[in-house]
């Protein structure tokens, strides 16, 4: 079995900087991608930024220039820096890891996401 848990979420105010990690454990083979989710409520769970096996990485537009994203392979850890939060950041956000626990066995597993609020 594969366990995602997140961390680093809180209350901040707009215009703040905060920082969310995940971490990812158990039987792991290989990861070939990690990737940070937000829902809102009342809207779809969409991608905030994601980065594969060779460290490409993809950013939604509403974050390009003020998030980054970072993977520690080594210990299978993802990070999110957001930075100039704004209001409508705020959201839970959940860290999603593309993971073959064999050789030819895969599945995708999300942790239980942290809360992130960005006070206006």
């Known amino acids: 079995q594969v366990q995602v848990v997140e961390s680093g979420g809180g209350l901040v105010q707009a215009g703040g900087s905060l920082s969310v990690s995940c971490s990812v454990s158990g039987t792991i083979f290989y990861i070939v991608s990690m990737g940070w989710y937000r829902q809102a409520p009342g809207k779809q769970r969409e991608l905030v930024a994601s980065?594969?096996?060779?460290?490409?990485?993809n950013y939604a537009d509403s974050v390009k220039g003020r998030f980054t994203i970072s993977r520690d392979s080594a210990n299978n850890a993802l990070y999110l820096q957001m930075n100039s939060l704004k209001f409508e950041d705020t959201a839970v956000y959940y860290c999603n890891a593309y993971v073959y626990t064999t050789r030819s066995t895969w599945n995708e597993y999300w942790g239980q996401g942290t809360q992130v609020t960005v006070s206006s």
């Open positions: 980065v594969n096996s060779g460290r490409g990485t």
